[in-house]
């Protein structure tokens, strides 16, 4: 397999779809019982993957046994159980519905593989040891299986009070942190407040959207650059290179591109895992809006090189257009008509409640608020004529709203 040959690797690629797929036959009921369309299996989704969890999943695990032990480790925060050698965990459930996921030891060393040879400038660090700092509302057996005596990963529980959190992040020294975007401003607020005095080589960013804004200040901050790791539920499908460009894992997952808008950039992705048997992913279709770059990456590999991640399909901004159609505007362009207003904003939140109207949540100066407010106002003006939108009334607040322990959406329609 080459990644720098895009012919040889597509034919590696194809290869291991359909090899994989004999075996997933073989093993899911589910898969067996239904028909394929032109030869392909129809596309899922987690409601389906909820719906027919017991006869999908390949290891004999019942929704109600995995649920149950998936529950009672987020009750306990104690993660280590599992259904003999199958780890369970819950997805964090923002899109409405929590999921349940399994993963076998096999799939855990893969993955475990994967993360480190993607992730791991080991150049960097020369014979001291990694150590990793790692955020997340849940831990699992698949996190823990990184550590060995050259590379520990510490767990940080984010349902913990951040004082304690902070606390334990300079007592332990890391040199890589990874966490969600508002979990690392709050770290780099800490270390504006208090000096670092540990050397960070590493910064990944999981979970959120990695918004411009957060990126600068974030980078700024801990004098680092930060990288993405785009991983979920469903996998580890993406993650920035040497030049700091995101790129599909499209040695791990094969994609297929929805296209949603006429410039053909912006897609929906639909995957399926190359490696994964225990609950296989079969032409799963995500929920988020993926931005791919217009041109190659000077790293040279053929994997599809990413924008950015835009958010998920249902935060865009639905308004009542001119000619009665519905007007969709792209998470990308609500973002660029707040942040582009004025360099005074530290950040911001924009939110379209139930009635249609929007609410914009700043933090700046407060003797700057209600001139950025008018530049916001003929930004956004501009984009309901661009687009032939109906205006719609704005609010404003100085100050964001968020609920503890929740992830951050900076842009979020309201259901």
């Known amino acids: 397999m080459s990644i720098q040959d895009p012919e040889k690797f597509r034919i590696w690629q194809e290869s291991r779809r359909k090899k994989h797929m004999e075996i997933v036959l073989q093993k899911s009921a ?25 006869e999908l999943n390949t290891v004999g695990i019942s929704l109600q046994h995995a649920r149950e032990i998936a529950l009672q480790s987020e009750v306990e925060r104690d993660f280590t159980p599992k259904i003999g050698k199958i780890s369970v965990g819950l ?37 001291q040891k990694i150590t990793i700092a ?40 890391p040199n890589i942190i990874v966490a969600q975007p508002s979990m690392l401003r709050l770290i780099a607020q800490h270390y504006e407040r208090q000096k670092r005095n540990y050397d960070l080589k590493e910064i990944y960013s999981i979970a959120e959207v990695l918004d411009p804004v957060d990126e600068a200040f974030i980078s700024e901050a801990m004098d680092a650059p930060v990288k993405q790791v785009y991983q979920a539920t469903e ?41 994964r048997i225990s609950q296989p992913l079969i032409r799963y279709r995500l929920n988020d809006i993926l931005v791919e770059a217009r041109e190659p990456c000077p790293c040279g590999t053929c994997f599809t090189t990413l924008e950015a991640i835009e958010g998920r399909e249902d935060d865009c901004f639905a308004l009542n257009g001119r000619d009665g159609e519905t007007v ?9 008509a707040i942040i582009n207003a004025s360099d005074k904003i530290i950040e911001y939140r924009a939110v379209q409640k139930l009635n249609g109207q929007i ?57």
């Open 30 to 54: 589910y898969y067996r019982s239904i028909e394929k369309i032109d030869g392909t299996f129809p596309i899922t989704d987690k409601t389906l993957m909820m719906d027919h969890f017991d």
């Open 91 to 127: 997805s964090s459930g923002t899109t409405g519905n929590q999921g349940v996921f399994l993963i076998s030891n096999d799939e855990i060393v893969q993955w475990s593989a994967s993360v480190i040879a993607k992730l791991i400038h080991f150049k960097k660090f020369k014979r």
């Open 134 to 173: 790692f955020f997340m509302r849940a831990n699992n057996n698949l996190y823990e299986s990184i550590n060995n005596p050259k590379m520990s990963i510490h767990f940080f529980d984010l349902l913990e009070p951040l004082a304690d959190n902070l606390r334990l992040l300079d007592d332990l020294q």
């Open 235 to 275: 996998g580890f499908l993406a993650v920035s290179c040497q030049y700091g460009n995101l790129h599909l894992n499209e040695d791990i997952v094969y994609i297929e591109k929805e296209y949603i808008d006429a410039e053909k950039r912006r897609f929906i992705p639909i995957i399926t895992d190359l490696f």
């Open 328 to 336: 969709t505007l792209f998470a990308d362009f609500i973002r660029y």
């Open 359 to 415: 609410e914009v949540q700043l933090n700046v100066e407060a003797d700057s608020f209600i001139q950025v407010q008018e530049k916001i106002n003929e930004n956004f003006a501009e984009l309901f004529i661009k687009y032939g939108a109906i205006p719609v009334k704005i609010h404003y607040q100085n100050r964001i709203l968020l609920s503890e322990n929740r992830k951050m959406r900076r842009v979020e329609r309201e259901k």
